[in-house]
């Protein structure tokens, strides 16, 4: 859906080439959370933890190793730096990492090919286009004006899209509340487009899980902008109202920034330093700014560990067949499948001639996850099961790379996966 509200625009508004509108299904193996797309050479690149391009594809068409290395060698890519300092918007360079805008990715690689074959460019400039299809999708009113392909197709069509939120989840949600825990749900999403989700994935009763909820908080401007840049508001028919100078009791608001929050939370606990522990599934928006920018605790919901086939809770194995079976299933939907095109999320090795001894590295996306989180779970209810009192290893124990993933490390990074991954 996605793909073809993006594509629909390019080609009914801008004048696109009408094959982007169909879509061969193998040919969303494309997508990858991780990509950074060179906007200006039409590249896909898949980096090294240490900036080095692992993989590379012009458009959809793979590069082979020697032309990786012909194109960009073996030094740091030239916008490293930015990049990871988690810029992901420029007019050089975009980085893809949650599956919201992946498809985009594909779309992109379809029009670098589109405008090979027809006009034979070497550089490129159909991002802004591509921004203009995002925000006629998704801006702000949208979902109220029927606006666009997404908006208008998941309201009529919920039960397609959404998958409702597991009992343990729910019942998970009830006890942290239950045990004087503060619940917030902050969403860069619109309160009119969030309160369908939640109504459709936790009931109509949602706002009873949740004693602060921020929509539209426009992440991760949410976590580095002042109060002054950014602050709360407060909603009427989902119209926001006049800016607030401080927030001062729980409730639903639009906006904000951390810093006043994070007053209204020690208020609320008669703490100095409460302790925030937030849960995300973007690096970009999620993970990085709270990390950075507010020094809370992170959890990072990596679906990746799914497609992963050394995942499977040891408790699966007394759990009744038809349960396990269930489990089972779920783990080869997409998008958990790894990427034949792009390999593995986590580890990659470096190009080189074909003869040469293979040498494998960390991705720069399993770097990051190691840095910025304090531990990594494939969704909620790997852990909604689990005592309140439950004590993680962190990411940051021993410094070891593998600690903070829970229930489990993806197989990649196991000491003896190294012949699995050259197979």
Not at 3 to 32: I, R
Not at 267 to 278: A, N, R
Request: glycine share 6%; aromatic share 12%; net charge negative.
């Amino acid at each position: 859906l996605i793909y073809d509200s993006f594509a629909h625009y390019l080609v009914t508004e801008k004048g696109y080439d009408e094959d982007l509108l169909t879509l061969a299904p193998d040919s969303l193996d494309f997508c990858c959370k991780g990509l950074v797309l060179d906007i200006e050479e039409g590249n896909f690149l898949k980096l090294a933890e240490d900036g080095t391009v692992l993989r590379a594809s012009h458009g959809t068409k793979s590069m082979t190793s020697e032309e990786v290395l012909e194109i960009y060698g073996r030094k740091e890519w030239k916008h490293f730096n930015t990049v990871s300092g988690m810029v992901s918007r420029t007019a050089k360079y975009y980085l893809y990492d949650n599956y919201f805008d992946l498809p985009g990715a594909l779309l992109c690689a379809r029009v670098v090919d589109s405008l090979d074959q027809h006009d034979g460019q070497r550089k490129y400039d159909f991002w802004k286009d591509m921004v203009a299809a995002i925000q006629h999708n998704y801006k702000i009113t949208a979902f109220k004006e029927e606006c666009g392909m997404y908006f208008p197709e998941v309201k009529n069509h919920p039960d397609k899209y959404l998958q409702k939120c597991p009992e343990s989840v729910k019942k998970w949600l009830k006890q942290l509340k239950n045990a004087g825990k503060i619940l917030l749900l902050i969403t860069s999403s619109h309160s009119d487009y969030c309160r369908l989700l939640c109504e459709h994935v936790l009931g109509s009763d949602f706002e009873e899980y949740f004693d602060i909820l921020i929509t539209n908080a426009l992440k991760p401007g949410f976590f580095c902008l002042t109060p002054n840049q950014r602050p709360f508001r407060t909603l009427e028919n989902d119209e926001e109202q006049e800016a607030l100078l401080s927030l001062d009791k729980p409730g639903w608001y639009s906006q904000g920034n951390a810093i006043q929050l994070y007053e209204l939370l020690k208020k609320m606990t008669g703490k100095l330093d409460p302790k925030v522990v937030y849960f995300g599934d973007s690096m970009h928006s999620d993970i990085f700014p709270a990390r950075h920018y507010s020094n809370w605790e992170t959890v990072f919901i990596l679906e990746e560990l799914l497609g992963d086939k050394g995942i499977v809770p040891a408790k699966a194995e007394s759990e009744p067949l038809e349960k396990k079976g269930k489990y089972e299933e779920d783990q080869i939907k997409v998008p958990y499948f790894v990427s034949k095109k792009w390999g593995s999320f986590f580890k990659d090795r470096l190009p080189g001639p074909e003869n040469a001894e293979e040498t494998l590295v960390h991705t720069w996306s399993c770097k990051c996850i190691s840095t910025y989180s304090t531990i990594a779970i494939p969704s909620l209810e790997a852990i909604a099961d689990l005592p309140l009192d439950y004590r993680f290893t962190r990411f940051s124990s021993n410094n070891s790379a593998t600690a903070g993933y829970y229930p489990s490390p993806p197989r990649a990074l196991l000491p003896n996966e190294d012949s699995v991954m050259k197979k």
